[in-house]
């Protein structure tokens, strides 16, 4: 069972929301954050299951929302590393250095806004406050995460990968 502080168990499998390579970017750091929000969804989605007592999932929500704080701030700085170290090399990424462009990694940091954003919205549509039925928490929480990760973060890949 996961709790605050915890690390990944890398063996444990989930059915609801299973991890795929496509969410992985090619960055440990990066990585081992996506797994991690990942199995926080699946334990959301086994709590609402087997454990629907508010206080577990509002802790397990609180964690989403810090974790997920704490992942785009850190895939910021990470993106604008490698912008850098291309800018700075251009003869050796060209191809990095095309996928990251400053337009590119704006619109990518903009997103990230969007993402916390509509984060925040889902949890507050079915946190502490509200009175909704949290039937479809899971769900929105899975949806929200594969459109991060493969809609906006897929193309880190190959970013990573050019360097
Ligand atoms: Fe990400
Ligand atoms: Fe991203």
């Keep these: 069972m996961l709790s605050p502080g915890c690390s990944t168990p890398q063996s444990q499998e989930y059915s609801f929301l299973p991890w795929v390579e496509g969410y992985a ?5 990066l990585d081992t954050e996506h797994r991690r929000l990942v199995e926080i969804i699946n334990e959301i989605h086994v709590a ?6 508010p206080a577990r999932i509002n802790t397990l929500l609180d964690m989403l929302h810090q974790e ?9 700085s990470a993106m604008r590393e490698v912008s850098g170290k291309v800018a700075l090399e251009k003869g050796s ?17 903009a ?3 969007r993402s916390l954003q509509k984060l925040a919205f889902i949890i507050r549509s079915f946190g502490p406050e509200s009175n909704a ?18 809609k906006y973060d897929a193309h880190l890949k190959a970013v990573f990968q050019a360097l």
Excluded: Y
């Design 25 to 29: 970017v090619g960055h440990d750091g």
């Design 48 to 53: 609402q299951q087997t454990d629907p007592a």
């Design 68 to 76: 997920t704080v704490d992942h785009l701030r850190h895939e910021n």
């Design 93 to 109: 990424h060209p191809a990095a250095l095309k996928m990251m462009s400053d337009a590119v990694l704006d619109e990518h940091i």
């Design 111 to 113: 997103e990230h806004a």
């Design 133 to 150: 039925p949290s039937g479809e928490l899971g769900d929105l929480l899975k949806d929200w995460f594969i459109e991060h990760a493969i």
